[in-house]
Protein backbone atom coordinates (compact mmCIF):
# COMPACT_ATOMS: atom_id res chain seq x y z
CA UNK A 1 0.00 0.00 0.00
CA UNK A 2 3.00 1.80 0.72
CA UNK A 3 4.23 2.21 -2.97
CA UNK A 4 0.68 2.42 -4.06
CA UNK A 5 0.27 5.73 -1.98
CA UNK A 6 4.12 6.71 -3.22
CA UNK A 7 2.36 6.26 -7.37
CA UNK A 8 -0.87 8.32 -6.53
CA UNK A 9 1.14 10.81 -4.45
CA UNK A 10 3.68 11.05 -7.76
CA UNK A 11 0.28 11.48 -10.42
CA UNK A 12 -0.44 14.28 -8.22
CA UNK A 13 2.72 15.98 -7.93
CA UNK A 14 2.93 15.91 -12.01
CA UNK A 15 0.22 18.41 -11.51
CA UNK A 16 2.40 21.06 -10.51
CA UNK A 17 5.64 20.15 -12.76
CA UNK A 18 3.00 20.20 -15.70
CA UNK A 19 1.91 23.55 -15.04
CA UNK A 20 5.47 24.99 -14.80
CA UNK A 21 6.74 23.07 -17.96
CA UNK A 22 3.59 24.54 -19.93
CA UNK A 23 4.83 28.30 -19.94
CA UNK A 24 7.98 27.21 -21.32
CA UNK A 25 6.33 24.94 -24.12
CA UNK A 26 4.66 27.91 -25.39
CA UNK A 27 7.54 29.89 -25.09
CA UNK A 28 9.82 27.60 -27.14
CA UNK A 29 6.81 26.36 -29.39
CA UNK A 30 6.13 29.93 -30.98
CA UNK A 31 9.53 31.41 -30.49
CA UNK A 32 11.80 28.98 -30.71
CA UNK A 33 13.54 30.59 -27.22
CA UNK A 34 14.62 28.23 -24.64
CA UNK A 35 13.80 30.78 -21.55
CA UNK A 36 16.53 29.86 -18.74
CA UNK A 37 14.38 32.20 -16.62
CA UNK A 38 11.57 30.66 -16.54
CA UNK A 39 12.13 29.38 -13.08
CA UNK A 40 13.19 33.03 -11.86
CA UNK A 41 9.71 34.23 -13.60
CA UNK A 42 7.75 31.40 -11.08
CA UNK A 43 9.92 32.78 -8.19
CA UNK A 44 8.85 36.53 -9.41
CA UNK A 45 5.12 35.26 -9.77
CA UNK A 46 4.77 33.90 -6.16
CA UNK A 47 7.13 37.05 -4.34
CA UNK A 48 3.64 39.58 -6.01
CA UNK A 49 1.21 36.46 -4.57
CA UNK A 50 3.39 36.86 -0.85
CA UNK A 51 3.60 40.58 -1.12
CA UNK A 52 -0.49 40.94 -1.96
CA UNK A 53 -1.25 38.23 0.83
CA UNK A 54 0.85 40.37 3.58
CA UNK A 55 0.58 44.14 2.14
CA UNK A 56 -3.19 44.13 0.89
CA UNK A 57 -5.04 41.29 3.31
CA UNK A 58 -6.31 39.74 0.44
CA UNK A 59 -6.92 35.94 0.22
CA UNK A 60 -4.47 33.55 -2.28
CA UNK A 61 -6.74 32.91 -4.89
CA UNK A 62 -7.04 37.21 -4.94
CA UNK A 63 -3.75 37.03 -5.26
CA UNK A 64 -3.08 35.21 -8.28
CA UNK A 65 -5.40 37.99 -9.79
CA UNK A 66 -2.66 40.52 -9.29
CA UNK A 67 0.03 38.29 -9.93
CA UNK A 68 -0.94 36.39 -13.53
CA UNK A 69 -1.86 39.68 -14.87
CA UNK A 70 1.28 41.38 -13.86
CA UNK A 71 3.73 38.59 -15.32
CA UNK A 72 1.86 38.73 -18.65
CA UNK A 73 2.02 42.80 -19.04
CA UNK A 74 5.68 41.97 -18.06
CA UNK A 75 6.13 39.33 -20.63
CA UNK A 76 4.45 41.09 -23.35
CA UNK A 77 7.17 44.26 -22.94
CA UNK A 78 10.33 41.44 -22.39
CA UNK A 79 9.65 40.13 -25.57
CA UNK A 80 8.40 43.54 -27.32
CA UNK A 81 11.48 45.66 -26.00
CA UNK A 82 14.21 43.04 -25.44
CA UNK A 83 13.95 39.42 -26.84
CA UNK A 84 12.74 40.59 -30.30
CA UNK A 85 15.77 42.53 -30.60
CA UNK A 86 17.92 39.37 -29.69
CA UNK A 87 15.82 37.29 -32.09
CA UNK A 88 17.09 39.63 -34.78
CA UNK A 89 20.56 39.10 -33.90
CA UNK A 90 20.73 35.45 -33.57
CA UNK A 91 18.92 32.39 -31.73
CA UNK A 92 21.81 32.36 -29.54
CA UNK A 93 21.44 35.94 -28.39
CA UNK A 94 17.31 35.15 -26.55
CA UNK A 95 19.46 32.64 -24.95
CA UNK A 96 21.65 34.95 -23.04
CA UNK A 97 19.32 37.69 -22.33
CA UNK A 98 17.34 34.74 -20.85
CA UNK A 99 20.28 33.75 -18.94
CA UNK A 100 21.10 37.50 -17.83
CA UNK A 101 17.47 38.00 -16.47
CA UNK A 102 17.57 34.56 -14.60
CA UNK A 103 20.87 35.79 -12.97
CA UNK A 104 19.33 39.23 -12.29
CA UNK A 105 16.18 38.43 -10.58
CA UNK A 106 17.51 36.37 -7.54
CA UNK A 107 19.94 39.24 -6.36
CA UNK A 108 17.29 41.54 -6.65
CA UNK A 109 14.86 39.76 -4.75
CA UNK A 110 17.55 39.46 -2.48
CA UNK A 111 18.13 43.02 -2.09
CA UNK A 112 14.79 43.79 -1.65
CA UNK A 113 13.31 40.97 0.93
CA UNK A 114 16.45 39.28 2.07
CA UNK A 115 16.75 35.48 1.43
CA UNK A 116 14.25 34.64 4.22
CA UNK A 117 11.18 32.49 2.89
CA UNK A 118 8.01 34.65 1.93
CA UNK A 119 5.40 33.03 3.29
CA UNK A 120 2.03 31.93 1.26
CA UNK A 121 -0.07 30.92 4.04
CA UNK A 122 -3.22 28.65 2.49
CA UNK A 123 -4.45 27.71 6.06
CA UNK A 124 -6.68 24.37 6.26
CA UNK A 125 -6.27 23.49 2.55
CA UNK A 126 -2.43 22.85 2.96
CA UNK A 127 -3.13 19.92 5.70
CA UNK A 128 -6.67 18.68 4.12
CA UNK A 129 -6.71 15.27 2.69
CA UNK A 130 -9.77 12.96 1.36
CA UNK A 131 -8.78 9.20 2.42
CA UNK A 132 -9.43 7.09 -0.50
CA UNK A 133 -8.60 3.57 1.01
CA UNK A 134 -6.67 2.79 4.15
CA UNK A 135 -3.34 3.94 3.80
CA UNK A 136 -4.24 5.68 0.39
CA UNK A 137 -4.89 9.41 1.32
CA UNK A 138 -5.08 12.69 -1.29
CA UNK A 139 -4.05 16.25 -0.27
CA UNK A 140 -6.81 18.84 -1.09
CA UNK A 141 -3.98 21.62 -2.65
CA UNK A 142 -2.31 18.80 -4.45
CA UNK A 143 -5.49 17.57 -6.38
CA UNK A 144 -6.37 21.19 -6.94
CA UNK A 145 -3.07 21.77 -8.34
CA UNK A 146 -3.57 19.05 -10.40
CA UNK A 147 -7.53 19.93 -11.77
CA UNK A 148 -5.81 23.48 -12.26
CA UNK A 149 -3.31 22.19 -14.38
CA UNK A 150 -5.48 19.93 -16.84
CA UNK A 151 -7.95 22.59 -17.30
CA UNK A 152 -5.41 24.96 -17.84
CA UNK A 153 -3.62 22.70 -20.81
CA UNK A 154 -6.84 22.31 -22.49
CA UNK A 155 -7.34 25.85 -22.25
CA UNK A 156 -4.44 26.51 -23.92
CA UNK A 157 -4.90 24.03 -26.77
CA UNK A 158 -8.67 25.31 -27.41
CA UNK A 159 -7.14 29.02 -27.50
CA UNK A 160 -4.75 28.06 -29.94
CA UNK A 161 -6.46 26.30 -32.40
CA UNK A 162 -9.87 28.04 -31.49
CA UNK A 163 -8.75 31.60 -32.10
CA UNK A 164 -7.69 33.64 -34.24
CA UNK A 165 -4.85 34.74 -32.09
CA UNK A 166 -3.95 31.00 -31.22
CA UNK A 167 -3.98 30.39 -34.96
CA UNK A 168 -1.77 33.38 -35.81
CA UNK A 169 0.66 31.84 -32.53
CA UNK A 170 0.75 28.58 -34.91
CA UNK A 171 1.07 30.24 -37.56
CA UNK A 172 4.11 32.41 -36.41
CA UNK A 173 5.87 29.48 -35.07
CA UNK A 174 5.87 27.72 -38.52
CA UNK A 175 6.91 30.87 -40.48
CA UNK A 176 6.57 33.94 -39.54
CA UNK A 177 7.64 35.58 -42.40
CA UNK A 178 4.31 34.27 -44.30
CA UNK A 179 2.21 35.57 -41.74
CA UNK A 180 3.78 39.02 -41.90
CA UNK A 181 2.99 38.79 -45.64
CA UNK A 182 -0.38 38.51 -44.98
CA UNK A 183 -0.37 41.55 -42.89
CA UNK A 184 -0.10 40.51 -39.51
CA UNK A 185 2.28 42.06 -36.89
CA UNK A 186 4.55 38.60 -36.16
CA UNK A 187 6.07 40.95 -33.47
CA UNK A 188 2.76 41.42 -31.49
CA UNK A 189 1.96 37.64 -32.11
CA UNK A 190 5.29 36.96 -30.29
CA UNK A 191 4.62 38.71 -27.59
CA UNK A 192 1.23 37.79 -26.88
CA UNK A 193 2.58 34.46 -26.37
CA UNK A 194 4.99 35.56 -24.02
CA UNK A 195 2.75 37.00 -22.30
CA UNK A 196 1.20 33.59 -21.48
CA UNK A 197 4.16 32.21 -21.02
CA UNK A 198 4.65 34.74 -18.33
CA UNK A 199 1.12 34.47 -16.79
CA UNK A 200 0.87 30.46 -17.04
CA UNK A 201 4.57 30.72 -15.07
CA UNK A 202 3.58 33.31 -12.60
CA UNK A 203 0.07 30.62 -11.92
CA UNK A 204 2.63 27.81 -11.45
CA UNK A 205 5.06 29.60 -9.35
CA UNK A 206 2.21 30.58 -6.97
CA UNK A 207 0.94 26.88 -6.88
CA UNK A 208 4.98 26.07 -6.01
CA UNK A 209 4.94 28.60 -3.13
CA UNK A 210 2.06 26.95 -2.02
CA UNK A 211 2.80 23.66 -1.76
CA UNK A 212 6.43 24.58 0.07
CA UNK A 213 4.77 27.08 2.31
CA UNK A 214 6.63 30.23 0.50
CA UNK A 215 8.81 31.50 -1.83
CA UNK A 216 12.64 32.18 -1.74
CA UNK A 217 14.65 34.07 -4.28
CA UNK A 218 16.24 30.51 -5.26
CA UNK A 219 13.34 28.33 -5.68
CA UNK A 220 13.38 29.22 -9.21
CA UNK A 221 17.10 27.44 -9.91
CA UNK A 222 14.85 23.98 -8.95
CA UNK A 223 11.79 25.04 -10.29
CA UNK A 224 13.34 25.19 -14.12
CA UNK A 225 14.99 21.94 -13.51
CA UNK A 226 11.41 20.42 -13.52
CA UNK A 227 10.26 22.49 -16.01
CA UNK A 228 12.88 21.82 -18.87
CA UNK A 229 12.88 17.83 -17.94
CA UNK A 230 9.07 17.73 -18.11
CA UNK A 231 9.11 19.21 -21.24
CA UNK A 232 11.38 17.31 -22.62
CA UNK A 233 10.01 14.08 -21.30
CA UNK A 234 6.84 14.67 -22.55
CA UNK A 235 8.14 16.06 -26.19
CA UNK A 236 8.75 19.45 -27.09
CA UNK A 237 5.92 21.53 -28.84
CA UNK A 238 3.01 18.90 -26.94
CA UNK A 239 0.71 20.71 -24.18
CA UNK A 240 -0.11 17.32 -23.01
CA UNK A 241 3.36 16.23 -23.55
CA UNK A 242 3.88 18.12 -20.75
CA UNK A 243 1.39 16.85 -18.20
CA UNK A 244 2.60 13.39 -19.40
CA UNK A 245 6.30 14.10 -18.63
CA UNK A 246 5.36 16.42 -15.13
CA UNK A 247 3.55 12.86 -14.49
CA UNK A 248 6.59 10.49 -14.82
CA UNK A 249 8.64 12.95 -13.87
CA UNK A 250 6.65 12.96 -10.08
CA UNK A 251 5.85 8.81 -10.11
CA UNK A 252 9.78 8.54 -10.28
CA UNK A 253 10.83 11.21 -7.72
CA UNK A 254 7.75 9.74 -5.16
CA UNK A 255 8.56 6.10 -5.77
CA UNK A 256 12.24 6.94 -5.24
CA UNK A 257 11.99 8.68 -1.76
CA UNK A 258 10.12 5.64 -0.51
CA UNK A 259 13.34 4.33 -1.06
CA UNK A 260 15.77 6.60 0.64
CA UNK A 261 14.41 10.15 0.99
CA UNK A 262 17.82 11.20 -0.81
CA UNK A 263 16.82 9.56 -4.11
CA UNK A 264 13.86 11.11 -5.29
CA UNK A 265 16.34 14.14 -7.19
CA UNK A 266 18.59 11.76 -8.50
CA UNK A 267 15.82 9.24 -10.07
CA UNK A 268 14.23 11.83 -11.84
CA UNK A 269 17.17 12.97 -13.46
CA UNK A 270 18.36 9.42 -14.22
CA UNK A 271 14.54 8.97 -15.88
CA UNK A 272 15.30 12.65 -17.88
CA UNK A 273 18.49 11.12 -19.51
CA UNK A 274 17.31 7.77 -19.82
CA UNK A 275 14.19 9.55 -22.29
CA UNK A 276 17.16 11.85 -24.15
CA UNK A 277 19.13 8.34 -24.45
CA UNK A 278 16.16 6.49 -25.57
CA UNK A 279 12.91 8.52 -27.21
CA UNK A 280 14.75 12.34 -27.30
CA UNK A 281 11.57 13.17 -29.03
CA UNK A 282 9.79 12.62 -25.77
CA UNK A 283 6.98 9.91 -24.80
CA UNK A 284 4.04 12.11 -26.81
CA UNK A 285 4.25 12.89 -30.20
CA UNK A 286 1.67 15.72 -31.19
CA UNK A 287 -0.18 15.94 -34.27
CA UNK A 288 -0.88 19.68 -33.11
CA UNK A 289 2.18 21.19 -32.11
CA UNK A 290 1.96 24.96 -30.22
Same mark, same amino acid.
Given at each position: ???? &?? !? #? ?21 ? !??? $? &? ?21 ? #? &? ?7 ? *? =? ?15 ? %? ?6 ? =? ?20 ? &? ?15 ? *? ?49 ? #? ?44 ? %? ?15 ? *? $? ?8 ? $? *?? =? ?8 ? $? /?????? /?????? #? ?6
Amino acid at each position: MVVV &NA !L #VQGILLGGVFAMAALGLSIAFGV !LRV $V &NLAHGEIMTVGAYIAAIALSRLG #V &NVWVSLLVA *V =PLLGFLGYWVQRAMLQR %ALRIGELA =PLLVTFGIAIIIPNVLIELFTT &NKQAIPTGSLAVSSITV *VEGVSIGVLPLLTMVVAVALIAATQLYLSRTRNGRYMRAAADDWETLRLMG #VDHRRVYALAMAMAFGIAALAGVFFGMRQGGVTPFDGQLAVLFAFE %AVIIGGLGSLWGTLAGG *V $VLGVAQTLAG $V *VS =PELPLLVGNL $V /FLAVLM /FRPTGI #VRSKVAV
